[in-house]
DNA sequence: CGGTACGTTGAGTCATATCAACCATAGTGG
DNA sequence: CCACTATGGTTGATATGACTCAACGTACCG
């Protein structure tokens, strides 16, 4: 964790990439520069373990971060992503809970820490900021309870399709079509909730399906339409 | 759906069950008495469709719901149930999205309807109000995501035996120690994700092997330890 | 150069789904 | 009052998706 010198303002930040900030004043956004930090975390870096007190909440500015459960086995289930403009955190902070998950850092970040006094406080002064947040858990909860019927009614198959869109949409492709996340065939498959083997064979049998190609981690999505009847795309 | 003739005040249900409406101030309790409407809810009725907009929340005064997601195939997904002193409804029209799930009525319920409009409005007055409904989002996201590390990670005899020991938690035993909320095998399995001659198989083992009593729908937790074990309780 | 992490493939096993038949119960209508 | 039907529960047989285990390949790194 190093400190970042060139400290993104939150202004910025809101107009550029939609973070929930910008629903504060502006006295509340120069409060906010000044009181929170920011720095740059190296890849592997893990910001806060499931179980533990959270002291705030990162908003991210840049880079890519995991957030994960652990099973009795030590096997990680990745419930999300947090990528330019999330918030990570908050859950615990809001619940007043220890976190539900941890935080790790897979793409090198610039994060900005706010403590969850000040978080509290905006909430408390500001009624419209207040429901933006609620906005954002609630849709998280949403998005969570689709995750549950998913994993309870698809098969693997039909999942690591939808997983493959799921990324195409949250992360974009390049200019060749490649996905712009890079994970290992662990991580897809603590996403998919299954073995790494399966995701290897299951990846292969896309690849032979002339529906992606792949190049060591690169995954080239061909036939977006094929992936979505596999995935049962509905909804 | 009929008028219900003794409607309940907040005020009375904050403090015999805690709803969440007990953070409110007098002024604003009135305010609600007044705009609510409470109707008693026959078994078997739908207080609102996933996909559809609902016009407010119900809090439940008495009586006990489902709520779940629908798959492709028909095969429904409960994601939680609500008892006395909860709120349904709210994560629709905070995140001002359609229902991401149907709410049905499985035990005859009494509920009051709060309209989206004063919800909002009783955020926007009372920061600590809205503070109270953020935790209970923030701590519903954090039951969904153990959910999803379980229906991912564990076994159905695993979650057979965690759901078992969940309701009884949730709903109690009775002076027999029988559980205090009666499903189908059908429903059972709604909530494991698995299928209903899985829950059957598996709820004779568990009679087999002393750990529960079964009579129709009655289920009797004889040995909570051996339930706990299988389920591999830990956190 | 050896070490470590990741990726791949094959073979065998097992938990769970699926399909099918059958029983019990209760409500319905002629 | 009795077929009739619907719903839920149970059991057996069978199929198979997915996991596990094991071996081996590959690549990068100090």
């Known amino acids: ?24 004043n502006p006295e509340q956004i120069d409060l906010l520069n000044y009181e929170k930090g920011c720095t740059l975390h190296k890849r592997g870096t893990v910001l806060y373990q499931e179980g533990s007190r959270v002291a705030g909440v990162y908003c991210v500015n840049n880079g890519i971060l995991k957030l994960f459960k652990t099973g009795l086995d030590g096997k990680e289930q990745i419930l999300r992503f947090a990528k330019k403009g999330d918030l990570v955190g908050y859950r615990s902070v809001l619940s ?7 935080a790790k ?17 905006m909430v408390k002064e500001n009624p419209e900021f207040a429901m933006k947040l609620m906005r954002m858990s609630c849709q ?52 998919v909730g299954t073995a790494t083997e399966s995701v290897i064979r299951l990846l292969s049998e896309f690849k032979s399906d002339k529906l992606i190609e792949l190049n060591g981690r690169k995954i080239k999505i061909v036939n977006e339409k094929g992936l979505e009847r596999i995935a049962n795309f509905y909804k």
Do not use: H
């Open 105 to 121: 850092v897979i793409e090198d970040a610039v994060l900005c820490f706010i403590p969850a006094k000040m978080l509290v406080q």
């Open 140 to 191: 998280e909860l949403g998005t969570a309870n689709k995750y549950i019927l998913d994993i309870a009614q698809k098969t693997v198959r039909e999942r690591l399709a939808d997983i493959l869109l799921f990324l195409k949409n949250d992360f974009g492709l390049d200019n060749d079509g490649i996905l712009q996340i890079t994970l290992t065939r662990e991580e897809l498959a603590n996403i």
């Open 1 to 24: 964790m190093k400190p970042f010198t060139d400290i993104p303002c939150c202004t910025n930040c809101g107009t550029t990439f939609n973070t929930i900030f910008k629903e504060l």
């Open 96 to 102: 007043e809970e220890p976190a539900c998950s941890t």
